[in-house]
């Protein structure tokens, strides 16, 4: 999608299971962001980072947490925490300069099991 | 938090009508944007109208903001089957600092446009 990708398409949890969401880009973008969307619903910020080695919580980031290690990556850990983490997960992207609109990936759907 | 509210929820039309979805806000913005949903898809960007703009067309869309209202409209002139989809609006507080750049996403309209 344009330079972002998400793995994997879709999930599956059991419960009290960590699951790991990637989220990778090779647009050389500073900012990236996770967002959960629940049917019928609009998105909800979890985490988001503006540069390498830091991160921000969004809105609803109990029971998720991320890292910024590298400026390509942004996973999202799902934790044993978050009591209802059947949703899907949408990572996007942002250049500090230039275009202000956000490019999504694909998505990921998360199922517990 | 959701700052925008959409309106209407759901809107189905048939081919060739235009189509009118809403948005609303709460607090000040720097720009605005729309995007737009496939099923089961990410979201797509299709345009952006800054807190200094009153209108702004980009092919069959036209978007109009309202600053004093705290409100947009996205119009879709000449609908295709291909349009539908669920629309979401998007507002950039542009705060500065590490909530540059944040995106607040509305609820979304769900159009269906019928052939």
């Known amino acids: 999608d344009g330079g972002i990708t998400q793995s994997p398409k879709y999930l599956f949890r059991k419960e009290g299971q960590n699951v790991t969401l990637s989220c990778e880009q090779n647009?050389?973008?500073?900012?990236m962001y996770w967002y959960r969307q629940d049917p019928g619903q609009g998105l909800r910020l979890i985490y988001y980072?503006?540069?390498?080695?830091?991160?921000q919580k969004g809105d609803i980031a109990e029971g998720y947490s991320v890292s910024r290690e590298k400026k390509e990556s942004f996973p999202l850990t799902v934790t044993s925490a978050q009591k209802n983490p059947t949703a899907f997960y949408l990572c996007?992207?942002?250049?500090?300069?230039?275009?202000?609109?956000?490019?999504f990936g694909s998505g990921t759907r998360l199922t517990v099991v | 938090s959701q700052q925008g509210e959409e309106d209407p929820q759901a809107l189905s039309i048939q081919e060739g009508e235009n189509a009118t979805m809403n948005c609303s806000y709460k607090?000040?913005?720097?720009?605005l944007q729309w995007y737009r949903q496939n099923s089961g898809r990410g979201l797509v960007h299709l345009i952006l109208?800054?807190?200094?703009?009153r209108e702004k067309h980009s092919g069959r869309l036209r978007v109009t903001l309202d600053t004093s209202k705290k409100s947009s409209s996205l119009l879709i002139t000449a609908s295709r089957a291909a349009d539908t989809a669920s629309y979401f609006c998007?507002?950039?507080?542009?705060?500065?600092?590490?909530?540059?750049?944040?995106?607040?996403f509305g609820q979304g309209t769900i159009l269906t446009v019928h052939p």
């Open positions: 980072s503006q540069i390498v080695n830091d991160f």
């Open positions: 996007a992207i942002k250049s500090h300069v230039g275009f202000l609109g956000y490019t």
């Open positions: 109208i800054r807190s200094n703009e």
């Open positions: 607090t000040s913005i720097n720009n």
């Open positions: 998007a507002t950039d507080a542009g705060a500065g600092g590490t909530s540059y750049g944040k995106l607040t």
């Open positions: 647009l050389n973008h500073d900012a």
